[in-house]
């Protein structure tokens, strides 16, 4: 697989697992961390998305969306309604997941005519 083909096939993979399960986890030995670090800051949505370590020793990452503007937003519109404020986090980090799934596809697209 070329390095072309490789990057196209990773991002619509990335875009997929955040869309349905609002998150991307990744083993080094088969996803390569350096390329997927490549393929998010390539495509823009590399300050979208928060990278964790998971396990050190199998070199497994989580990446997940920056959620702390929603954090923010909800807690000034919710005030101390609990339900309000998961209600409205809910919305905010799918706008979120939806942005940059979109964003990504775009990126698989561009690079994939090349």
């Keep these: 697989m ?9 991002a619509r993979r990335i875009a997929s697992a955040l869309r349905y ?9 088969l996803d390569k961390h350096s390329t997927v670090i ?3 800051r390539e495509a823009g ?3 979208a998305l928060s990278v964790a370590l998971l396990d050190p020793k199998k070199r497994i990452y989580a990446l997940v969306p920056i959620d702390r503007r929603c954090k923010v937003s909800c ?4 005030g101390d309604d609990p339900k309000c404020t998961s209600e409205c986090m809910d919305k905010c980090r799918s ?10 596809e775009r990126y698989a697209q561009r690079v994939a005519k090349h």
Aim: with cysteine.
């Design 75 to 78: 807690n000034s519109s919710c």
């Design 21 to 29: 399960y609002g998150g991307f986890i990744y083993e080094d030995d």
């Design 2 to 10: 070329t390095n072309t083909e490789e990057k196209t096939l990773l």
């Design 45 to 47: 949505v590399n300050l």
């Design 38 to 40: 490549e393929v998010i």
């Design 95 to 104: 706008e979120i997941i939806a942005k940059i799934a979109e964003i990504l």
